[in-house]
């Protein structure tokens, strides 16, 4: 899964959560029904907006976009309510052509195993087939995928132009036009023409927000690789990237303004506050996660810090036994050195036998798998905080270790209401505990 759309426990209600995960199950499934089992690895959280925009724009007593779901091993073997339908489909037609023009891209590029003869012919095979099966579903729903290949050719024309001090938006015009069309043709399936052209518009600033967002994060990869990035191609600094992202974070809010929502929720959510929280976290992580700095003259001092021994003492003490050594210095390993009682796997040691360690026993290679595929089957591996099924340490789950989740905090608020549901005075600026404010549902 990708894209820069990621929304955590904490800025989503219940009720969300629960219609995220019915638009991110139902994409999944549309793919498998519709093009194999294969093609599921084309899902990805941006591409289930589309579903999300079909059915907020739909009459709000039209059920007709729900259906139940068997028991999946990411949902921890249960059942669920999934999309389906137009919405459904229209996103996995997208979600598929635009996996096929990234896997292209990969193989141009020689991106890791991509750059051997084999799995680049592969890789070329199936993007071939994704092609033509993205078209027939698209064709189904009313919708050209041509436009998107069309401007994945055309994208390939411009970054060989490129030179330092051209516009990194003709770059991203390929794909604006795009995400463009998508958007827009959620209005004609939902009935709601009236709403294609705010949806256009909102389309075209949300893929450049996810272009410069992946150019930005890629940017330092790409230059140890010597990949292309249309951010070092053109010359364009952080700074202006940054300002473009918010500038399209802005103009998204602003066109989904003009369109007629029957539940505007979720998208106001994901497409509102979800894209300024993916702009911040590209562009401000690293500093929100920056080492403690040390005593600074506008800091307190760190109390527990050990500081150094003044250099007189060093030299007092070397002229005294004739070399500077640190009286207050212990052997690394502990008393007697590797080995000793402080050595792990000594006597007494740590983890050694016979050891006074807490460390559990490993288990052996079959007995880790069969845990393993049972924590697998219960959707532990993912979501959840777990042990390491064969050394049974402490382990972070696959969400989390991969930025799908977030270290916020959350607030009451935000885990009691629906985000700005019909508040027409909320301006957006706002972080998602004055958004409920304004709504009414503090």
């Known amino acids: 899964m990708f894209g820069i759309i990621r929304p955590c426990s904490h800025h989503l209600s219940d009720r969300l959560r629960a219609s995220w995960m019915a638009h991110l199950c139902g994409l999944c499934l549309a793919l498998r029904d519709d093009h194999g089992q294969l093609?599921?690895?084309?899902?990805?959280?941006?591409?289930l907006i589309i579903s999300v925009l079909v059915e907020a724009q739909r009459p709000a007593d039209d059920r007709s976009g729900r259906r139940t779901a068997g028991p999946c091993p990411l949902r921890g073997m249960r059942t669920a309510e999934v999309a389906r339908g137009e919405g459904a489909r229209l996103a996995a037609s997208v979600s598929l052509a635009l996996a096929s023009v990234k896997v292209r891209d990969h193989v141009a590029d020689g991106d890791g195993l991509f750059a051997r003869r084999p799995v680049a012919l592969g890789a070329?095979?199936?993007?071939?087939r994704w092609d033509r099966q993205s078209a027939g579903s698209g064709s189904a729903v009313g919708f050209d995928t041509g436009v998107l290949l069309t401007a994945a050719a055309?994208?390939?024309?411009?970054?060989?132009?490129?030179?330092?001090?051209?516009a990194v938006l003709l770059v991203t015009?390929?794909?604006?036009?795009?995400?463009?069309?998508?958007?827009a043709h959620t209005a004609v399936l939902a009935g709601r023409p009236q709403n294609a052209e705010a949806l256009a518009e909102a389309g075209r600033l949300f893929g450049r927000l996810a272009h410069l967002l992946d150019a930005v994060e890629d940017q330092e990869e790409d230059a140890a690789t010597g990949a292309w990035n249309p951010l070092t191609a053109t010359g364009t600094d952080r700074a202006e990237a940054e300002r473009l992202c918010r500038d399209a974070v802005r103009g998204i809010r602003?066109?989904?303004?003009?369109?007629?929502f029957t539940d505007r929720a979720l998208t106001h959510v994901l497409l509102a506050h979800e894209t300024g929280r993916a702009v911040d976290r590209v562009f401000r992580g690293p500093a929100l996660h920056a080492p403690y700095p040390g005593p600074h003259q506008d800091q307190p001092p760190n109390p527990y810090q050990q500081q150094p021994h003044?250099?007189?003492?060093?030299?007092?003490?070397?002229?005294?036994?004739g070399q500077p050594q640190n009286p207050y210095q212990q052997p690394p390993f502990g008393a007697g050195g590797p080995g000793g009682p402080q050595w792990p796997g000594g006597p007494g040691?740590?983890?050694?036998?016979?050891?006074?360690?807490?460390?559990?026993?490993?288990?052996?290679?079959?007995?880790?798998?069969?845990?393993?595929a049972?924590?697998?089957?219960?959707?532990?591996?993912?979501?959840?905080?777990?042990?390491?099924?064969?050394?049974?340490?402490?382990?972070?789950?696959?969400?989390?270790?991969?930025?799908?989740?977030?270290?916020?905090?959350?607030c009451d608020c935000c885990q009691g209401c629906d985000g700005c549901d019909g508040c027409d005075s909320c301006d957006c600026d706002c972080d998602c505990c004055d958004c409920c404010d304004c709504c009414d549902c503090s």
């Open 154 to 166: 055309r994208q390939v024309e411009l970054e060989r132009g490129a030179a330092p001090g051209s």
């Open 349 to 372: 040691g740590g983890h050694g036998p016979g050891g006074g360690g807490n460390r559990p026993p490993r288990r052996s290679a079959l007995a880790g798998c069969a845990m393993w």
């Open 310 to 321: 003044p250099p007189q003492y060093g030299q007092q003490y070397g002229q005294q036994y």
């Open 374 to 410: 049972l924590m697998a089957c219960t959707c532990q591996l993912l979501c959840c905080d777990h042990k390491n099924p064969w050394t049974r340490e402490p382990t972070e789950g696959w969400c989390d270790r991969h930025g799908l989740d977030c270290d916020c905090d959350g």
């Open 39 to 47: 093609a599921r690895t084309a899902t990805n959280y941006d591409g």
């Open 254 to 260: 602003l066109a989904l303004r003009e369109v007629e």
């Open 173 to 183: 015009e390929p794909t604006e036009s795009a995400t463009s069309a998508a958007f």
């Open 124 to 128: 070329r095979a199936v993007a071939r």
